[in-house]
Nanobody
Framework: QVQLMESGGGLVQAGGSLRLSCAAP????????MGWYRQAPGKERELVAILVGRSSTNYVDSVKGRFTISRDYAKNSVYLQMNNLKSEDTAVYYC?????????????WGQGTLVTVSS
């Protein structure tokens, strides 16, 4: 029943920047990965960026060079720095965390934060 807490979405002009934040509060959590997904209207949810372990990252090709994922491991938090935003980045962004909650496996999601990029 781990609930991720997201923030940072909003309205921004094309070329601007936003920083999304997400945290998994509570004890007994050991995370193996944290990442960001997004879903635009009428489209499937897609993986935007993921950080596995301490250093393995993957980005969808459309955001490479513009977005950066990072973590605060002590806080079980993940961030997505989004620069040079484009209209195609408009979507609801969802945080995801995988790992372990005490002895159980964990696959937790945030409620989503809306990013709107105006042209």
């Amino acid at each position: 029943q781990v609930q991720l807490m997201e923030s940072g979405g909003g309205l921004v002009q094309a070329g601007g920047s936003l920083r999304l934040s997400c945290a998994a509060p509570g004890s007994g959590i050991r995370l193996t990965s944290m990442g960001w997904y997004r879903q635009a209207p009428g489209k499937e949810r897609e993986l935007v960026a993921i950080l596995v372990g301490r250093s393995s990252t993957n980005y969808v090709d459309s955001v490479k060079g513009r977005f950066t994922i990072s973590r605060d491991y002590a806080k079980n938090s993940v961030y997505l720095q989004m620069n040079n935003l484009k209209s195609e980045d408009t979507a609801v962004y969802y945080c995801n965390a995988r790992g372990y909650y005490f002895s159980d496996t964990l696959d937790a999601w945030g409620q989503g934060t809306l990013v709107t990029v105006s042209s």
